[in-house]
């Protein structure tokens, strides 16, 4: 990395990049800052919840190989949502089917009867995903633990909700405390169904949530639904769910924002969603529960479109960086803005000073990225290494972001893999921001505060050894 001096227009980039230890040289595509496991399958992260100054991460976990198999449980845990402790697989397949999607809540006041008198059980509310007559289905069921999420028992009674359906999954369960319930909302093919209990084993119906005008053969997935205040005072609720069509030429996570009575959840605005990423390789975000005032949200950086084709070595799947989400009412009504974490601080390295247009050599194949300048036309990003070009143009004019990887295509993923993102964006802003996160296989990329955010997997023969800054006329 070589040092630029401070220029007039004060644009500030920082660059963060770190060597790749020796004992993962072997491991051509693990990322030094998102979570993989140490071997096989992962994709949706379940049972995010923060307890005694642990964040917890399970999710969807084939221990057997680099492939989508019978789903598990995997458990890792973190202090700082960059390095995880990976821990013991808290739940497997049984009798009654593999372990789906789901959620974890702490019962503080033990409303499941779940342990002895003065213990907060972890109860892990998930899907079991089962074949019967030739049909594949899915019902509800729970599983405790009295050991801080470690080691889980299965209810004895389950399933606890079973209406007979093949795309009834993810349950996404919170203390609603106005009426003192938990309250569940799980997807039923496109539409989010939402559930009452007093003790976690009994639930009751109350509403459906769903839009007209979907797509086609849209299916929604991992559902979350949560209230946010806003820097004003204000508070609002936000449905968040994932989204894809059959064939997977589009997959999505959306969200809306309006108001939950304890019944029903109402839009404020008209049904037509939100996307929360516009890169091809953000799917099934959910958030964290009962963390320390933040809301956190992280996802599974892919698509299924081409996840069990990419390039393996030994393991396949990563998470995403969590980021921290805010609500802000814009000229174009409520939206959530999205940055990383604050403890991606700890990763933080110098500041160096560019006057716009400038050639960076880079020695590693970690990046982080932080650029403000004066409102100009437009800029363009161009990660480089011989032939090989990731490119993210922030075309002020045209008022769209892209991000372009057919540069440094994954052969074995197929012509879905070639696929441009672009977004539309206003460009309201006097000054402009940005921020990217480069980390050996992926890219994000946030602009304007959050206000846009894009994932994208890559994978280069070799490491980029250059990014070109440059204006876009």
Not at 55 to 67: A, I, L, R
Not at 72 to 90: C, F, M, T, Y
Not at 118 to 146: C, D, I, M
Request: proline share 4%; charged share 25%; aromatic share 14%.
């Amino acid at each position: 990395m070589r040092q630029m001096e401070k220029n007039q227009t004060q644009s500030a980039v920082q660059i963060v990049q770190r060597e790749r230890e020796l004992e993962q040289r072997y491991e051509r595509y693990r990322p030094y800052w998102h979570f993989t496991s140490p071997g096989g399958w992962i994709n949706d992260p379940n049972g995010l919840i923060y307890a005694e100054g642990f964040f917890h991460m399970y999710y969807q976990h084939y221990p057997n190989g680099p492939v989508h198999g019978p789903m598990h449980w995997g458990h890792a845990r973190s202090k700082n949502l960059l390095q995880w402790e990976v821990l013991p697989i808290a739940l497997y397949p049984d009798e009654l089917g593999e372990i789906f999607s789901g959620s974890i809540v702490c019962d503080t006041e033990r409303t499941s009867g779940f342990g002895e008198e003065g213990e907060a059980p972890w109860v892990a509310v998930f899907t079991h995903h089962y074949e019967k007559n030739g049909s594949f289905l899915q019902r509800q069921s729970l599983a405790y633990s009295l050991d801080g999420g470690v080691t889980f028992e299965k209810y004895k009674g389950n399933p606890v909700l079973d209406l007979g359906l093949q795309d009834f999954r993810d349950p996404k369960v919170f203390w609603y405390q106005p009426e003192r319930c938990w309250i569940m909302v799980v997807v039923a093919g496109q539409c989010v169904k939402v559930f009452r209990s007093a003790n976690l084993k009994r639930w009751e119906y109350l509403s459906d949530f769903t839009i007209t005008g979907g797509r086609e053969n849209e299916i929604w997935e991992c559902p979350d639904l949560f209230e946010m205040e806003t820097e004003d005072g204000e508070k609002r609720w936000v449905m968040l769910l994932s989204a894809n069509t059959l064939d997977y030429r589009y997959t999505a996570v959306l969200y809306f924002v309006g108001d939950f009575d304890g019944h029903s959840f109402v839009p404020e605005e008209q049904k037509k969603p939100m996307r929360l990423d516009f890169g091809r390789d953000h799917y099934a975000a959910v958030t964290y529960g009962q963390t320390d005032g933040r809301r956190i949200v992280q996802g599974w950086m892919n698509c299924w479109a081409y996840a069990q084709k990419l390039p393996e070595c030994g393991f396949r799947g990563v998470m995403t960086i969590p980021r921290e989400l805010k609500l802000r009412k814009t000229a174009d009504g409520w939206r959530l803005f999205q940055l990383p974490v604050k403890e991606c601080r700890m990763i933080a390295g110098r500041t160096i000073f560019l006057d716009g247009e400038k050639r960076l050599e880079l020695s590693g194949e970690a990046v982080r990225l932080r650029f403000c300048c004066n409102h100009v036309n437009g800029w363009k990003l161009t990660l480089c290494h011989r032939s090989q070009r990731l490119e993210i143009k922030i075309d002020v004019q045209n008022k769209v972001i892209s991000m372009d990887r057919t540069g440094c295509l994954a052969e074995s993923a197929g012509k879905e893999f070639g696929e441009i993102c672009r977004i539309e964006y206003p460009f309201r802003e006097n000054e402009q921001k940005f921020e990217l996160l480069l980390d050996v296989t992926s890219v994000e990329f946030f602009y304007g505060d959050g206000a846009v955010a894009g994932t994208m997997l890559y994978f280069a023969r070799e490491p980029f050894t250059w990014l070109e800054i440059t204006k876009i006329e």
